[in-house]
């Protein structure tokens, strides 16, 4: 392991001020009903919540409290809301004083990775740097470590930084690093110091159709869109067919393409009327409308 120079660490943390925690468990409730599905994922962030609400208790009573790690891991298909949650518990960090910042830095792999000896370190470096007080969110961290062991590979330089911040700045850095089940778990096993400093790990199923539509639906009068009535039988009929290709279709990502398809759909329709349409027929999305993605995903060659 190389001996990088992590003095830098040392005068850029900012650690978070002693103050009162404005974040209460109504505003907890608040932000985690409007995540559709995870109920276990929720159940942990509440978990969470109570754990540094009870520390930061015992701290203003004088009592002993040990530093604690708030690190994690997310695992699970793309379009599951991982990236929601994290930005979440930024936020919430933030407002119960254990981070300064709360804000959230989004990197991959190659983010962190240099192609030559002795980039890799200051690159990973950079990063924790600008991640100080907030949330560093690795998606697909795994790539961190090759699945074919490339000897060649400068990822294990990137974990002995990163393994070294997650330690000395647990009071004011929350880690998560992000991406597919079987692929998360064997970076762990190749790596147990990193194992060592997550406590939480939270797996994201894939949606299930009843959430896709409560997703598409949620999405649609966002954007004041409605749909007739046998619409919803059709859109839950549409995402059992394809529940068995979530991996590949997004999750949450599909709903929404679904959606575009069928405004597209419903513009090409109102364009051909040949007169301005009326307010209810611009909110209105037919069961024509929504079979626009399926018809489209029919017509591809590739």
Known sequence: MSNWDYDWLDDLTQKPRQRKINYTEADLERDLAEIIGLENVKNTIRDIYYTVRANRERQASGLETSGQLLHMMFYGNPGTGKTTVARLVGRMFREMGVLSRGHFVEVEASDLIAGYVGQTGPKTQAKIREALGG??????????????????????????????????????????????????????????GLRSRIPFVLHFPDYTPPELLRIFVAEATKRQYRIERDGGEYLLELFTTYQANMRELGNGRFARNVLERAILAQSRRLGALGRRPAPDELTLLTVDDLRAWEEAEAGRSW
Do not use: Q, W
């Open 135 to 192: 949330v560093l969110f690795i998606d697909e961290a795994y790539a961190l470590v090759p699945e074919d062991d490339t000897r060649n590979s400068f990822g294990p330089e990137a974990i002995a930084v990163l393994i070294k911040a997650m330690e000395d700045h647990r009071d004011n850095l929350c880690v998560i690093l992000a991406g597919y089940e079987d692929e998360m778990k064997r970076l762990l096993k190749v790596n147990p």
